[in-house]
C-alpha cells in the first residue's frame, strides 16, 4: 500500500526534475561557502568597466596588489605579469588595482589600462581605480588590512590569499613580487590541495 503512494510521488519529483534539466535549469544552486568571504566582491574590470565577481577566484592562490602608472615601483608590472605566467597553470591569479592614493596614478581608467597592457604587457586581471587606504578604502582592501594588520602604505603593496580564501600574507611594495620571499610562500600555497 506505501509503495503504491510512493510511485506516483517518485514519478513527479523525476518529472519535474527532468523538464528543469530540459529547460537548462542548473542541477543545484551554488553554495554559499563556495566563495570565501573574502573574495565575495564584485569590482568593475579595467579595460571595460564591467562588473566582476571576484568569486571567481575562489579555490586559487591569490595575490592582490595596489599599482600606480608613475612610481618608482612601477617596473614591478613586469615581475608580476612574469608570475601570472609561470604560475597560472598550477592555480594563481595576480589581480592589479590602481590607486591614486599616494597620487601617482591620475589617468583615466583607459588610460591605465593602455599604459599597463603597451609598457608592460599586462595581460593579468586589473580592476578600475580603487580607493585602498583610509574610511574610504573599497571593502576588499578594509578587510585585507584588517585581517594582516598592514593597510598599503604605498603603491605595489602585496597580499597573499591562499586557495581556502585565507590572507597567508602581505608584503611591502619593497618586496619584489617574483623575489624568493614571495614565490617560497606561492609555491608553498600552490602546493595545498582544495
Known amino acids: ?3 503504491r503512494f510512493l ?7 523525476c518529472l519535474s526534475a527532468s523538464g528543469a534539466m530540459a529547460q537548462g535549469a542548473p542541477a543545484a544552486p551554488a553554495t554559499p561557502a563556495a566563495c570565501p568571504a573574502l573574495l565575495n566582491h564584485t569590482v568593475d574590470r579595467l579595460q571595460d568597466e564591467k562588473p566582476q565577481n571576484l568569486c571567481q577566484y575562489a579555490g586559487r592562490v591569490v595575490l592582490v596588489v ?3 602608472s608613475f612610481c618608482g615601483f612601477t617596473p614591478q608590472y613586469e615581475a608580476l605579469e612574469a608570475l601570472q605566467r609561470r604560475y597560472a597553470d598550477r592555480g594563481l591569479v595576480v589581480l ?3 590607486s591614486n592614493d599616494f597620487a601617482q596614478e591620475t589617468g583615466s581608467n583607459q588610460q591605465i589600462a593602455d599604459f599597463c597592457e603597451n609598457t608592460f604587457g599586462v595581460r593579468f586581471p586589473m580592476f578600475v581605480k580603487t580607493t585602498v587606504t583610509g574610511p574610504q578604502a573599497h571593502p576588499l582592501f578594509r578587510e585585507l588590512a584588517q585581517r594582516t594588520g598592514q593597510p598599503p602604505k604605498w603603491n605595489f603593496h602585496k597580499y597573499l590569499i591562499g586557495r581556502d580564501g585565507q590572507v597567508v600574507k602581505a608584503y611591502p611594495s619593497v618586496q619584489r613580487p617574483d623575489g624568493p620571499v614571495i614565490t617560497t610562500e606561492i609555491e608553498r600555497l600552490l602546493a595545498v590541495k582544495k
Open 1 to 3: 500500500m506505501k509503495r
Open 7 to 13: 510511485l506516483p510521488a517518485l514519478m513527479t519529483l
Open 66 to 68: 595596489n599599482t600606480a
Open 96 to 98: 592589479g588595482f590602481p
